[in-house]
């Protein structure tokens, strides 16, 4: 069963830290739960897709929602769209209370990698935010702020893509999602 979703802390560590990690180390978790669920609750460090190079932060992103069944969104558990919603949220926090300061702070190369490790998180945050939208859809919900979120995912892989192969910082952040 996940664990508590969306519980982000104020306890930002507001240090940049560099991470080559990039998407190799980022893992879906899979856990099986009876009711259906493919997706278990991590930290937001873990599944963190900002470090190592910018330009494949849409693939890097879609690994970490593989095994939902884009074919059934109206299958979705409720566990799953949790965490997916947890996920949007774990990557708006660190982007408010991690990114920005560390980028206001830094200069040179240093900021701009931090920029490429903002845009890669805002990638994340974004494709948790339409999936969730999609998903909320497909089980009955309201779709009414799906285009203008998918109008700023396109354009912030855009803007990943054009910074392809250039360094990319991750932050340390703690939450859950």
């Known amino acids: 069963m ?22 190799a180390s980022n893992t879906v978790n899979v856990t099986a739960a009876g009711d259906g669920s493919v997706l278990k609750a991590s930290t937001y460090n873990a599944i ?38 947890g996920t949007h949220d774990a990557a708006e926090d660190a982007e408010v209370q ?37 998903i909320d859809a497909a089980q009955g919900g309201s779709s009414s702020d799906l285009a203008a979120e998918q109008a700023k995912l396109a354009n912030n892989i855009k803007l990943d893509t054009a910074a392809a192969g250039q360094a990319s910082t991750a932050v340390d952040f703690t939450a859950t999602t």
């Not at 560390?102 to 845009?119: E, F, M, P, Y």
């Not at 998180?121 to 494709?127: F, G, I, R």
């Open 2 to 23: 996940p664990k508590k979703a969306a519980s982000s802390t104020s306890a930002a560590v507001a240090t940049a830290t560099a991470s080559a990690a990039g998407a």
């Open 48 to 85: 963190s897709i900002s470090g190592g190079t910018a330009g494949n932060a849409e693939t890097e992103a879609n690994a970490l929602f593989a095994n939902i069944d884009r074919n059934n969104l109206a299958g979705v558990s409720a566990a799953d769209l949790k965490i997916i919603k």
């Open 98 to 134: 991690v990114f920005n300061p560390a980028i206001a702070a830094a200069s040179g190369a240093a900021a701009q990698a931090l920029q490429n490790g903002k845009i890669k998180n805002k990638v994340l945050k974004l494709t948790a935010e339409v999936l969730g939208i999609q």
